[in-house]
């Protein structure tokens, strides 16, 4: 595997940081603002997934498979059973076929990668010193990486087209008993396989001379007069191709009940994000276990989001603030002083903002939480007046 890599010096002014930075104010605002909404929108969210898991959980109904029952129309119902499909897919282009819910053909190419990393220290007078090294070597991927973004792309440059393309079939009609399940069910249906090609598999004429098949992998160049790859070792523009395949599966479903056709039911107390559900797990599960796991997943990104939010507001304000620091790093002591000044102030404000914009969105539905997360954003608040208010050189 080749690799090499070089590196660059580039240097910026005190007064080039400082007014890069009173620009980057403008981001900083527009993070810290954004963070606001972001809360927000996430505790809706939150709110009106629990309301429509809670009223899910009660009126979700077990039923059959093998029949649909008029009654339940309109209703959230739960079921398990072999999910299949009676279609044949093919790979026209190499002749591959199989009875199956979903077929891809995945294409991998061998490129050259670019990793940058970079390190910058302070100089007195405020400038900086930037040490950047690009790092190159190659790598089998499933995208295309464009080698005219590199720092240097001479002795890297990669193919810019791919001359077979990645494809996905999908059964027109997937059954579960006597249900149709809809595209977004199907789209859960996820477990790929890969496919035996040796006794069907047909390599287009042109491409015969230049084809190696090994290990259920067709191995062609990507120029159409390149030469036959050798997968001990790879050169730039090799392609690898394979087939994987959804076979008929046992699974769980919680959806709505349209006509026999299983969708996504949409709750009456709540509107919005999440409040829609249609979910598939592999395996036989009880309609008890396939809510628990949609509460604990809303949960999750609950969580995730609340994460996000929090450091985007932090960032934020470090952003806005950046120029105290940039100003300060005229003797580079201060400037790291300073910067870490900052980033406390910056996680402790954060934190009760973030607290706060939480707080307000849940009073209505929470009291008692909210109340927790007030009494949070006033111990915040309390520390980052203390912090700004101690003596200088306090510990």
Excluded: C
């Amino acid at each position: 595997m080749s690799v090499d890599s070089f590196t660059t010096v580039t240097h910026q002014s005190w007064f080039g940081r400082l007014k890069d930075s009173v620009v980057g104010v403008l981001f900083g605002l527009a993070l810290f603002v954004g963070s606001f909404f972001l809360l927000t929108w996430n505790e809706g969210r939150s709110v009106r997934t629990a309301r429509a898991l809670t009223e899910l959980k009660g009126a979700v109904v077990s039923v059959e498979s093998d029949r649909v029952d008029e009654k339940h129309e309109g209703q959230p119902v739960h079921l398990s059973g072999t999910a299949s499909a009676n279609q044949t897919l093919a790979d026209e282009a190499f002749a591959v076929s199989v009875e199956a819910i979903k077929l891809r053909r995945s294409v991998e190419m061998f490129q050259w990668r670019e990793e940058k990393r970079q390190e910058t220290r302070e100089k007195v007078g405020g400038g900086t010193e930037t040490r950047t090294t690009y790092t190159y070597d190659q790598r089998w991927s499933s995208d295309l990486i464009d080698s005219r973004q590199f720092a240097k792309e001479e002795g890297h440059a990669n193919p810019h087209s791919w001359r077979f393309q990645r494809m996905e079939q999908i059964a027109d009609r997937v059954m579960l008993g006597a249900f149709t399940l809809s595209s977004g069910l199907v789209g859960q249906m996820n477990e790929y396989e890969t496919l035996p090609i040796a006794e069907q598999l047909k390599i287009p004429e042109s491409d015969r001379d230049r084809a190696l098949v090994a290990d259920q992998t067709v191995y062609l160049p990507n120029e159409a007069t390149g030469a036959k790859p050798d997968p001990a070792h790879p050169v730039v523009g090799d392609l690898r191709i394979k087939w994987q395949v959804v076979k008929p599966a046992v699974v769980s479903v919680i959806a709505g009940q349209a006509n026999s056709t299983l969708g996504a039911w949409q709750s009456t107390q709540a509107q919005g994000f999440g409040t829609q559900i249609e979910r598939l797990q592999y395996g036989t599960l009880s309609a008890a276990a396939m809510v628990g796991q949609l509460e604990a997943e809303n949960t999750m990104l609950t969580w995730m989001l609340r994460g996000g939010g929090y450091l985007m507001m932090a960032f934020g304000i470090g952003v806005i603030l950046r120029p105290i620091a940039v100003f300060a790093s005229f003797i580079p002591i201060f400037g790291s002083l300073t910067r870490g000044g900052i980033l406390a102030f910056s996680l402790l404000i954060a934190m009760g903002l973030s607290l706060a914009t939480i707080a307000v969105a849940w009073l209505a539905y929470r009291p008692w939480l909210a109340a927790g997360l007030i009494a949070g954003t006033v111990v915040s608040i309390l520390l980052a007046i203390r912090f700004l208010r101690r003596p200088a050189g306090a510990p």
